[in-house]
């Protein structure tokens, strides 16, 4: 199957009707909140989605993404490849009471006013829940050794006397 531009937003009920599905690329470039958190500026996004109707009769689209994304070290501040891929499953929510029904594999995901989902800002957001909290490189592949963050010694706190030792001699009389 070709790749081809997914489409930029997908009516999740329609869709599952029909059991669309589609293997497609978003430009990275297209993923600007992505942009801002990574030094990646070009590239593509593999996206494959499903959408359906499980046994439940509820409707969803499940899918995977992943890209070839570019963070900063936080310990030697060098450019390190990052590989993002994700698994992810939605169903819309057309009441609010419906979250608590929903099973645990899926996702609520809210509709806008034309009842449709935007697709880029799932994957976005996907992408974006990926990323490491703190993004190092493999200490042996890292350009700034465990021997290097030495920052000097740390000077003992001040020894002060426990305010409340005065109580202890009380209760001890």
């Given at each position: 199957?070709?790749?081809?531009?997914?489409?930029?937003?997908?009516?999740p009920?329609?869709?599952?009707?029909?059991?669309?599905?589609?293997?497609?690329?978003?430009?990275?470039?297209?993923?600007?909140?992505?942009?801002?958190l990574?030094?990646?500026?070009?590239?593509?996004?593999?996206?494959?989605?499903?959408?359906?109707?499980?046994?439940?009769?509820?409707?969803?689209?499940?899918g995977?993404?992943?890209?070839?994304?570019?963070?900063?070290?936080?310990?030697?501040?060098?450019?390190?490849?990052?590989?993002?891929?994700?698994?992810?499953?939605?169903?819309?929510?057309?009441?609010?009471?419906?979250?608590?029904?929903?099973?645990?594999?899926?996702?609520?995901?809210?509709?806008?006013?034309?009842?449709?989902?935007?697709?880029?800002?799932?994957?976005?957001?996907?992408?974006?829940?990926?990323?490491?909290?703190?993004?190092?490189?493999?200490?042996?592949?890292?350009?700034?050794?465990?021997?290097?963050?030495?920052?000097?010694?740390?000077?003992?706190?001040?020894?002060?006397?426990?305010?409340?030792?005065?109580?202890?001699?009380?209760?001890?009389?």
């Amino acid at each position: 199957m070709r790749k081809v531009k997914l489409p930029l937003t997908l009516d999740p009920v329609k869709a599952a009707q029909r059991r669309d599905d589609y293997d497609g690329v978003v430009p990275v470039t297209e993923l600007t909140r992505l942009m801002e958190l990574t030094e990646t500026r070009q590239g593509e996004v593999d996206v494959q989605l499903h959408c359906g109707v499980d046994a439940q009769g509820l409707v969803f689209t499940s899918g995977k993404a992943a890209a070839e994304l570019e963070l900063v070290c936080q310990r030697c501040n060098g450019l390190m490849p990052f590989l993002a891929e994700v698994d992810f499953a939605y169903t819309p929510v057309f009441a609010k009471t419906e979250i608590e029904e929903l099973p645990e594999a899926y996702e609520p995901v809210d509709l806008d006013e034309n009842g449709e989902i935007d697709v880029r800002k799932l994957i976005e957001d996907e992408l974006i829940l990926a990323l490491p909290l703190v993004a190092m490189h493999a200490e042996d592949q890292c350009a700034v050794s465990s021997s290097d963050m030495s920052f000097g010694k740390i000077e003992p706190a001040d020894e002060r006397p426990n305010p409340f030792a005065v109580l202890e001699q009380l209760k001890k009389k």
